[in-house]
């Protein structure tokens, strides 16, 4: 005959590592959850990343457009034309950075 005090002792341990595993169940399902928030916020820093990339390249472009324009009429330009022109190009320079800077922090 089986004892009774062996038996009871298996229940018991059966009972233990159930509940361990019903635990680690559930810190798994967590994780699981856990794992796909993480993934539609690293997809949309990477939309946001894309979208500062084109801010960029357009402030680049309009940048270098604005100098070119800058190299054809330089001499042709008044003193107020000039200043003018030095504002928008440091407001640009500073757009740039900003958008730069905020990449950067994402």
């Known amino acids: 005959m ?3 005090a062996k038996y009871e002792a298996m ?10 595993i019903t635990i680690l169940k559930n810190q798994f399902e967590d ?4 794992n796909k928030e993480l993934e539609v916020a690293l997809e949309k820093s990477k939309q946001d990343n894309t979208s500062l990339y084109q ?4 402030l680049d472009k309009e940048l270098a457009a604005i ?15 000039r200043e003018s ?3 928008k190009l440091q407001d ?12 950067g922090q994402a």
């Open 92 to 103: 640009l320079v500073s757009r740039i950075n900003y958008h730069m800077s905020a990449e």
């Open 55 to 58: 801010k960029i390249a357009a």
């Open 67 to 81: 100098n070119k324009r800058a190299e054809e009429g330089l001499s042709l330009l008044s003193l107020e034309d």
């Open 2 to 4: 089986v004892d009774m």
């Open 31 to 34: 994780t699981i959850n856990r």
């Open 11 to 20: 229940i018991k341990d059966l009972s233990t590592l159930e509940s361990q």
């Open 85 to 87: 022109f030095k504002n």
